[in-house]
């Protein structure tokens, strides 16, 4: 079949906004997992942008073979039913921590741009959630349509500015002392298992409904680029504010000191980008828990945002520097099962057999 591009492009729209969540947006991410390691940083980047490619597209490809409905469905495919089962809970856990991490995300935005205490900023931020969980999700897809093209202009804005300093050269070549400079080495591999992982849960049921293989891996293979040129921009905007680990939202420094009148609106997408990957995150725990407990949904929401509440109340760069590369080494063993699944654009043969492998 011919290659569906409109379709394609969605797909990739779809999935550089999965991927894109609010630890981009604030910079911490990034700055922990690469531009901390300043040049070689830079290399584990290509290296993560290969991988968001490759992976990526063959994820989508098996879910879409495969007709898997949900990502329950395609780690039972992966690991067999009861492994799979015990990675669908660990996952369910992951998902709790990496919502704590964006209600402390939004915490330090009020507190550290805003001057608003962080627990003022956290309550605010589980109120809107609960309001938009009662009224729906169609507004919150709106909402990330909006917010997801702008930050990624205004890193590319950041990214013309950056270029333009004097040092800009020296900057980018230069490799830091690190006391864990080891973890360089590895944190393509786990940023990318970390994110697949968790991106399961949208990138699957897509890619079963679209179907066709071309367009689904050419889908993955343009998300991937886009990706890998967005991490680029951001640290390559980083790496150039000094002591960039003391901040917990190094990207609203940048364009302070770069471009001040746009300040406030880039604070803004910050925390639209913040609130959105609150609610999808709770929007999906909320239909997990519900499963294996059988209560109304406003009783499992206010479950979830108790427990997170207390996790968040941690420093968020401190809550995301354990946590985010905790949960990229427990994905280690899925990205290592999905290099290792044989896969064919025709299918298994009568044997249940692979011709080949892609």
Not at 120 to 142: C, E, Q
Not at 292 to 298: M, N
Not at 327 to 356: H, N, R, T
Request: charged share 10%.
């Amino acid at each position: 079949m011919r290659t569906n591009w409109g379709a394609a492009f969605q797909i990739a729209a779809v999935y550089v906004g999965t991927v894109v969540g609010a630890g981009f947006a604030t910079g911490r991410e990034i700055v922990e997992f690469f531009s901390r390691f300043g040049f070689i940083g830079l290399i584990g980047i290509l290296m993560s942008g290969y991988l968001f490619i490759f992976m990526g597209s063959k994820l989508m490809r098996i879910a879409a073979q495969i007709g898997a409905s949900s990502y329950e469905q395609f780690n039972e495919y992966l690991f067999g039913k009861l492994l799979g089962r015990i990675i669908n809970i660990i996952m369910l856990l992951m998902l709790v921590g990496v919502c704590s991490v964006m209600l402390s995300g939004a915490g330090a935005v009020f507190e550290e741009q805003l001057g608003i205490p962080k627990n003022a900023g956290i309550f605010i931020t589980i109120g809107f959630s609960i309001a938009v969980m009662i009224v729906g999700l169609k507004g919150l897809f709106a909402v990330n349509a909006f917010v997801v093209p702008l930050m990624i202009a205004f890193s590319f804005i950041l990214l013309f500015l950056s270029v333009q300093l004097p040092d800009f050269t020296s900057k980018v070549l230069f490799i830091p002392m690190a006391e864990d400079g080891w973890k360089s080495v590895v944190s393509p591999f786990i940023y990318t298992a970390f994110n697949l992982s968790l991106s399961q849960a949208v990138l699957v049921p897509v890619a079963a409904e679209i179907k066709d293989d071309s367009t689904v891996k050419w889908g993955g293979i343009l998300g991937g680029i886009a990706l890998t040129l967005i991490l680029l921009a951001g640290h390559l905007t980083l790496v150039m504010l000094p002591n960039l680990e003391s901040y917990e939202i190094p990207m609203a420094t940048i364009m302070k000191n770069l471009a001040s009148g746009l300040y406030w609106v880039f604070i803004l997408i910050i925390y639209g980008e913040i609130f959105t990957s609150v609610i999808g995150n709770i929007f999906g725990l909320e239909r997990q828990v519900r499963k294996y407990v059988p209560v109304p949904s406003l009783v499992i929401v206010s479950s979830i945002f108790i427990i997170c509440y207390f996790i968040s109340r941690i420093h968020y760069s401190t809550l995301l520097s354990y946590l985010y590369p905790l949960f990229g080494y427990i994905s280690l063993v899925f990205i290592v099962l999905l290099w290792m699944k044989p896969f064919s654009p025709e299918g298994p043969d009568k044997s249940g057999k692979y011709k080949g492998r892609q």
